[in-house]
């Protein structure tokens, strides 16, 4: 008998369920330090009329982690990235599951009892010598921690999906028609001829002051904001209940005696917490500094100078913090940058001259059909040309002429014709599949669209904070 339940616990569908059984005893009491008093409310997410449960978050990340392999557990414990990474994918997932089953119910599916027997029926680890085993199947659930009816819930659920997502899913066939006209626009050459005028090749004289305030009035240099802020972290382990508790009473006495009047400094000092005093630094260019998230950059620009932010708990601990000074974005002075502008009035003096010279190089063009300097090439959507000059080649009718900027240039350019491309059959193939895959794709992404607006998705804040807390 000893035996036989090893050989039953070896089964892969009992390694997971045994597996998930040791995750939920460290759920529950998670779940206890998380909740509190506030017990009645444990909803995550509201999905339509439907909702996502802490309970049902928990119990499928603990699923996916017991799939995971070792070196896949630790890194989510040890890599704030990957843990957010999987809890993101778990959240998706059972949104995404919540509306298909609103979907079903609108739409008055029903899945039978006799439907879920035949599905557990058919598990192969529920199964002896190719038959259902009652006492397998009891031994498994058992030892996971399941009752037959939240194993039968769990089948539902996913039957449900199934029906309802089952036909967006199937295979899509592309007409050969659609094939053929995508593959000619992808390998189709085009015969171009194309005359560069470089601005460099005009040569300009230094500017008066006037010039160069004239061209400043039309390109003035602004300064960001910048401000200077500093802050009080209380260190803790927060995903450990009584660091966190710990911490959150300390920053609690950090906060009363900065409100009492007693700065930053002497207030870490006395406490034993981290005090910082950052470089002034703009919203686009912020210090590399861990504790400083978007939620921590987003609370220090909503604050105005001497102003303090409320408790902010992130990973590393509870933070507060203060805008010392806050410089203004301003124009910078004429005088201050005259030198430097003298550089970038030059280069758009010689834009000028170069647009003029390749405009009178193109009315000679539409004249007379010559072009002077001109490169004759055939080129495809890759290669041939400057970049500048394919995008232009590709996107005009054949036979029509124009003028395309580029970064140090501008181009006359005329297209002359178009030649379609051989049959390459590996190709037609491999771009048939192509199709049949993006149209899978977008097929699935505007039914996802349909149920997200049937059904909005809503984060109960209280709650989600509580969790995920940053």
């Known amino acids: 008998m000893l035996e036989y339940l090893r050989n039953a ?25 998380i909740f509190g008093n506030v017990a009645g409310d444990n909803t995550l997410i509201y999905v339509g009329n439907g909702e996502i449960t802490y309970q049902q978050f928990s119990m499928e990340r603990n699923r996916e982690m017991a799939a995971m392999s070792r070196e896949e557990q630790r890194a989510v414990y040890t890599d704030p990235i990957v843990a957010d990474q999987l809890a993101t994918r778990v959240l998706t997932n059972l949104t995404t599951q919540r509306m298909a089953e609103n979907r079903a119910d609108d739409l008055g599916f029903v899945v039978s009892d006799a439907r879920i027997a035949r599905e557990i029926r058919a598990f192969p680890e529920f199964q002896e010598n190719g038959q259902f085993s009652a006492y397998l199947f009891d031994y498994v659930l058992n030892n996971s921690g399941y009752t037959e009816s939240q194993f039968a819930a ?27 006209a995508m593959y000619n626009a992808r390998y189709a050459t085009r015969d171009i001829e194309y005359a560069t005028v470089k601005y460099n090749e005009f040569k300009v004289e230094n500017p008066s ?9 039309q390109n003035p240099r602004t300064v960001p904001e910048f401000r200077t802020v500093s802050y009080v972290l209380v260190p803790a382990d927060m995903s450990k209940p009584d660091e966190y508790d710990a911490a959150y009473e300390t920053a609690i006495k950090v906060e009363d005696d900065i409100i ?10 006395k406490h034993k917490a981290k005090y910082v005093s950052l470089k002034p630094f703009s919203a686009d260019k912020r210090p590399v500094d861990e504790v400083l998230t978007d939620k921590v950059i987003a609370s220090m620009f909503d604050m105005d100078e001497g102003m303090e932010s409320e408790m902010i708990e992130t990973k590393k601990g509870f933070v507060i913090a203060r805008v010392d000074k806050i410089a203004p974005a301003h124009t910078q002075e004429f005088e201050s940058v005259k030198k430097d502008l003298v550089a970038d009035w030059k280069r758009d003096e010689q834009k000028k001259k170069a647009y003029v010279r390749a405009n009178e190089m193109l009315v000679d063009l539409n004249k007379d059909g010559k072009l002077t300097g001109k490169k004759s090439v055939n080129v495809s959507r890759t290669s041939g040309a400057p970049v500048d000059v394919l995008n232009a080649a590709f996107n005009s009718p054949v036979e029509t002429n124009s003028i395309v900027p580029g970064a140090d240039a501008f181009y006359v350019l005329r297209v002359v014709g178009e030649k379609m491309p051989a049959v390459d059959t590996k190709k037609m193939e491999a771009l048939s599949k192509e199709l049949k895959t993006a149209s899978e794709r977008v097929l699935m992404d505007d039914y996802n669209s349909f149920l997200i607006r049937e059904y909005p998705v809503r984060i109960n804040e209280k709650v989600y904070k509580r969790v995920f807390a940053k």
């Open 9 to 33: 616990a070896e089964k892969p569908l009992a390694k997971f369920l045994i597996a998930l059984l040791a995750f939920s005893f460290v759920g529950w009491g998670v779940a206890e330090w």
């Open 154 to 180: 769990i089948l539902r659920s996913q039957v449900l999906r199934s029906m309802v997502l089952g036909a967006v899913a199937a295979p899509v066939n592309v007409p050969a028609f659609a094939t053929r």
């Open 260 to 269: 009492a009047g007693e700065t930053f400094a002497d207030v870490a000092k």
């Open 209 to 217: 002051d006037d010039d160069l305030r004239a061209f400043y009035a």
